[in-house]
């Protein structure tokens, strides 16, 4: 099998939930999944529910996620330098390992605050192993990866809670 490209991308909800999805059905064709988030904190509902599935493997979280804007230029440097450690070793893992799905959830966004290098992802995505299944999501995805993509799916967002001031609810948004 030869693995493709995904990027579900967009201003609309539902970019994260649908690259969860594809690792819960990777895993239940006995798959191995492994998911990455950038800018996430690990508290989130899917993490939960996709750490007791079999064949589903999470990566680290960064320990002091959070977003970008709120961050101190000390805290954003530090940020760069765990996020940029962090994808050399996840790309030397999946060189190694077994994986059939690699999912790096809000990956376009960590490359927008400048956390990690697009040329990073790039080199990634060039030399990645030829079966593997490669799932990105995040706004804004340059224009050098929705050509390299073979699957890409923008999310609009037409109406949305938050628009009348309802904040992100558990187990619903997160």
């Known amino acids: 099998m030869y693995g493709l490209i995904h990027i579900y991308c967009g201003e609309g909800k539902g970019k994260t939930t649908a690259a969860m999805g594809l690792a819960v059905r990777c895993a239940g064709q006995n798959g191995t999944v492994l998911v990455v988030q950038f800018m996430k904190q690990d508290t989130s509902g899917e993490r939960k529910a996709l750490h007791m599935l079999p ?9 002091s996620a959070k977003f970008s804007f709120q961050m101190t230029d000390a805290e954003k440097n530090a940020a760069a330098a765990w996020y940029q450690t962090m994808f050399q070793q996840l790309a030397e893992a999946v060189e190694k390992g077994s994986v059939q799905m690699l999912i790096l959830d809000e990956v376009f966004s960590c490359i927008s605050c400048g956390f990690l290098p697009e040329s990073a992802l790039l080199a990634f995505l060039e030399h990645r192993p ?17 050509e390299r993509a073979d699957y890409v799916t923008e999310m609009v967002c037409r109406k949305h809670p938050y628009q009348k001031g309802i904040a992100a609810r558990r187990g619903v948004e997160y």
């Open 130 to 146: 030829p079966h593997l299944e490669v799932v990105m999501t995040g706004r804004n995805p340059g224009a050098v990866f929705v």
């Open 55 to 63: 064949g589903v493997h999470l990566w680290e979280t960064y320990p």
